[in-house]
Every structure is written in structure tokens, then in C-alpha cells.
């Protein structure tokens, strides 16, 4: 399990500041989840996270390590502690589903092919997908590809899983798959899992915390009652989903 | 202001100039970071031997029948334009010498990098380009893979070895595709061409067009992975950094080419007192 840390932190891109100033903690084996209008920076928090972005200015603490002052080759050491799973699945479209898998565990360790395969079998079977290795993901439909995605993710026994937007463009019978898939890696595997959705359902289901993200900042969290029973006006509109409100839609992307 | 008043065009021109020597001074920084970061990671190409191989796969033998139908003709106009320019005034058994040194030293490396180099930085920039906007690389970098190790490293190191092969390869079609020309057209023997071929064959001229060959096979590869990782931007982004591929590797080709050339000729290969 994995705890982190963001203190302070800023991000401008083009100078649009996305990030101002955001300070969050993620304890051991909690799942967060992170709510907020598109282009509140979530997906930006998740890839500072895991070093693929460095803030402006502030720090970002994996147990306690400033991710910001790693040289690369420490930061790829301290990125095998976790897992991602992103938005549009990013698997390796000229590999196939078992290679996927597979990739982490061939680079990073010196185990067998078939002990490889083996392996990347039995994540598969983990997320419900069995016999599929052979397939290319152009192959495999959204759904699928998303679950292979999570599969990857793990392969490597991460002790955090960052996943964007897991359900997006999923029908809502794939996305509860999901989200018990979600929950279900949580418990089995106890780690620690950060959640960046904007399905509403969802985070209700899944979170031990959500989060939302306003103005570069965390403007409310609290347990999924907490978000449900809360007078904040910010947080009402959006869980509510009204245009009229204190949020200015036009700030929306 | 009047935005279209002579100040304003003068200061946009300004602009833009300036955008654009910026552009090219951060682009020359960029690859030439890139390219020390892989040199500085050499020791680690047994690791990506597979990837690598697989490269050398589809850039080698995947460019030759580009590369013999443009050393076949260029060796064959070679010997046609130096017949033409011999008639009356030079004796034909000089027109092998021409056809084999013009090809050696120039016409092989250079012609077989640019068509090489516009059929391989394009597909590289646009696989790692397509990679990029779809987050392949981010994905394959929270794997705690490398991508300067596994994506880059491959591709330049399969273009540095491959380019010579198939400038070799493309200076013999070159020469014989110049042979039966000047047989056919201009009624040389072979026995005459030959002979004209060794009159001057030195093997620092094989050397040295060797050398600028894996030259050019790092320009292409570093051009392509370069323009491949700074796509952003969807299709129309891998596009664009598709065509800047090209365009930035035939460029860096023809500038280096000639100071290789001033370097070897005049320097390492000088045969002068």
C-alpha cells in the first residue's frame, strides 16, 4: 500500500493555471475518489502522481519520497509500485492481449515465457476475460479493452492503482463491471486506489472518500454520504448536474 | 495601429522569423538530447536486441525495392549525363571511373538516405506520433519502461547499421545499372567499363561514403523518433509531425552532407602532400 502526498502544488499549462495550490492525502489502501468539472486538472493530478507531469512549484510525497527530486532512473524504479489504467485503455495496439499483459513482466523481471503467459492468464482471469490472449486489442470491444487495461495494471502486483475515468464510454451494465472489478482489486489485492470519474454513480460506489476539484484546488471531501448530504452550492450543482449555479459552465472545457 | 501599416508587417515578419530560428534552435536541442540520452544507454541494447533486430527487419528490407529502383536509374543516368558531356573530348574508358566514383561518393549515400529517410522517419514518426496521442508512451512509461530505451534506441540504432547495408547494396546496382546503360546506349563493353571503374577505385572513397551513410541512418532515425515524440494534437497532429519528419531529416541529410564532406575529403582522407 502506498500513501500520498500532494503539498502545495501548481501547474500552468500555456498559462492557464490548471493546479493552484492543491494540497491532498491519500492513505494506505483508501480508495479515493477524484470528482470535478472537466478541466479542474484531475487527470493532471493523476499523472503528477505518478511523475508523467512535474508541478510548477510545490511537492508531490510517494511514502514519504519527493517524487519532483528523483533522478528518471529512481523515479522508474519508484513507478513499479503502481498501476494505471487510463482513459482510452493505451494498450499496445501492435501487440497482442497476452503481450500487453505480459510487457512489464518480461522487461522488469527474468521469469520464463511460460511462467510470463501464465501470469498475464491469470490476470486475464481476475477481470473475466479468458482465452482472449491471442487477440490484438483493435479486436476487443471498448469494455474489453478497459478490462485488459486493468489487467496490465496489476500484472506487476502494484501496491496503487490510478485509474481515469475507468467507465467513460461504457454502457451501463459495463460500468458496474467496473466498478466491481474496482472494488474487488481494493479488496483482494489491499491496495491503495485513486478514482478519477466523472460518473457520479460510480464514485458513490466505489469511494471510501471523493474529492472534488475546483478551481486547481480540493473544495470539499468527505465519505459518498457526506458528498450526498452536503449544502456546499459548488457541490450540490454538480452532483445535481444544473447548469444555473455558482459554477460558471463557460469555464467548463 | 493600423495593423496593416509597413511597422506592423515589419514587426509580424520580425515575428515570425524569430519563431522560427527559436523553433529550429529548440528542436536541434531536443534531438540532440534525445540522441545523448541513447548513446548515454547503449550499454543497455542487449536488453532491446529483439526490438532492434525487428527494426533493421523493417527498415532494411523493407526499402529494398526503393532503393534498387532508384540506384538502378540513378546509375543509369549517371552514365548517360557523363556520356554525353565525354563525347568528342574524354575517352569513354574514363566513364566508368565517373559513373563508380560519383556514385560511391555521392550519388549512393545521399540518394539512398533521402529515399530511405523519406519512407522511414515518416513511418517512425507517425507510429510513435500515434503512439504518443493515443498515451501509449505515457502508459508504457508507468510500466517503468523507458521509452528512450525500448521505442528510440531500436529504431536509430537499426537505421545507423542498416543505412550502409543498403547504400552498399544501392552503389552495386548504381554501378551496374551505369554498365549496361553505357553498354546499350553509348556501345562501352564491359571489359572497357571495368577497366575505367578501377582505374581510380580507392577504398577510403567505400570508407568514407560508408561513414556518411550510418551518418544519415542516425539523422533519419533520430528525426522520426524526435518529430514522433513531440506529436500532440490527434490526426492532425501525427500529420503534421509526419511531414516535419521528412522535411527535418532530407535538410539535416543535405547540411551534413556537405560538412562530412569537407571533414572527410579534406581532412581524414586528404591524399594531398
Known amino acids: 500500500m502506498v500513501t500520498i502526498e500532494c503539498r502545495n502544488v501548481w501547474k500552468s499549462f500555456d498559462r492557464k493555471s490548471v493546479l493552484r495550490g492543491l494540497n491532498l492525502k491519500i492513505n494506505p489502501g483508501e480508495t479515493v475518489v477524484v470528482i470535478g468539472q472537466s478541466g479542474t486538472g484531475k487527470s493532471v493530478l493523476l499523472k503528477h502522481i505518478v511523475g508523467l507531469m512535474h508541478p510548477d512549484s510545490g511537492n508531490v510525497l510517494i511514502d514519504g519520497i519527493d517524487i519532483t ?42 521469469l520464463p515465457d511460460e511462467e510470463v503467459k501464465r501470469i498475464a492468464e491469470e490476470k486475464l482471469h481476475m477481470v473475466g476475460l479468458d482465452g482472449i490472449g491471442d487477440r490484438h486489442p483493435a479486436e476487443l470491444s471498448g469494455g474489453m479493452k478497459k478490462r485488459v487495461g486493468f489487467a496490465r495494471a496489476i500484472a506487476m502486483d502494484p501496491k496503487c492503482v490510478l485509474y481515469d475515468e475507468p467507465t467513460t464510454g461504457l454502457d451501463p451494465i459495463n460500468s458496474d463491471v467496473i466498478n466491481n472489478l474496482i472494488m474487488k482489486l481494493s479488496d483482494e489485492l489491499h491496495i491503495t486506489s485513486v478514482v478519477v470519474t466523472h460518473d457520479l454513480q460510480s464514485a458513490y460506489k466505489v469511494g471510501d472518500r471523493i474529492v472534488m476539484l475546483y478551481d486547481g484546488k480540493v473544495l470539499f471531501e468527505g465519505t459518498p454520504d457526506e458528498v450526498r448530504n452536503t449544502d456546499q452550492p459548488i457541490v450540490r450543482q454538480f452532483i445535481e448536474g444544473r447548469a444555473e449555479g455558482p459554477i460558471a459552465v463557460g469555464n467548463a472545457e | ?17 524569430g519563431a522560427t530560428v527559436l523553433g529550429f534552435l529548440r528542436d536541434v536541442g531536443g534531438s540532440s538530447i534525445m540522441l545523448a540520452g541513447v548513446i548515454g544507454r547503449l550499454y543497455e541494447l542487449p536488453r532491446t536486441a529483439h526490438q532492434t533486430f525487428l527494426q533493421m527487419e523493417l527498415i532494411g528490407i523493407g526499402s529494398i525495392p526503393l532503393v534498387i529502383v532508384t540506384a538502378v536509374f540513378v546509375g543509369a543516368v549517371a552514365a548517360v549525363q557523363a556520356a554525353y558531356q565525354f563525347q568528342d573530348y574524354v575517352p569513354m574508358v574514363f566513364l566508368g571511373t565517373v559513373v563508380g566514383k560519383s556514385v560511391i561518393l555521392e550519388l549512393g549515400p545521399v540518394l539512398t538516405a533521402l529515399v530511405v529517410g523519406g519512407r522511414v522517419s515518416a513511418s517512425i514518426a507517425a507510429e510513435l506520433g500515434t503512439m504518443k496521442v493515443t498515451e501509449q508512451i505515457d502508459a508504457m512509461e508507468v510500466l517503468a519502461i523507458d521509452p528512450q530505451r525500448y ?88 500529420g503534421r509531425a509526419t511531414m516535419q519528419a521528412v522535411v527535418s531529416s532530407c535538410t539535416c541529410i543535405l547540411i551534413t552532407n556537405y560538412f562530412l564532406a569537407s571533414v572527410l575529403f579534406r581532412v581524414i582522407f586528404y591524399k594531398g602532400d
Open chain 2, 151 to 238: 521505442l528510440v534506441m531500436p529504431r536509430i540504432v537499426a537505421c545507423f547499421v542498416m543505412l550502409p547495408v543498403l547504400t552498399i547494396f544501392a552503389d552495386f546496382l548504381a554501378i551496374i545499372g551505369g554498365m549496361v546503360v553505357a553498354n546499350a546506349t553509348v556501345g562501352v563493353d564491359y571489359a572497357t567499363f571495368v577497366e575505367g571503374l578501377r582505374l581510380f577505385f580507392y577504398v577510403d572513397d567505400v570508407i568514407s561514403g560508408i561513414i556518411k551513410a550510418a551518418t544519415f541512418g542516425v539523422i533519419i532515425g533520430l528525426m522520426g523518433c524526435y518529430n514522433g515524440f513531440r506529436t500532440h494534437g490527434g490526426a492532425q497532429g501525427v
Open chain 1, 69 to 110: 527530486k528523483l533522478s528518471r532512473n529512481k523515479l522508474f524504479e519508484l513507478r513499479m509500485r503502481f498501476g494505471m489504467v487510463f482513459q482510452g485503455s493505451a494498450l499496445f495496439d501492435s501487440y497482442t492481449v497476452e503481450e500487453n499483459v505480459g510487457l512489464a513482466l518480461r522487461e522488469h523481471t527474468d
Open chain 2, 1 to 17: 495601429m493600423d495593423a496593416t501599416a509597413p511597422g506592423a508587417t515589419f514587426t509580424r515578419a520580425f515575428r515570425e522569423v
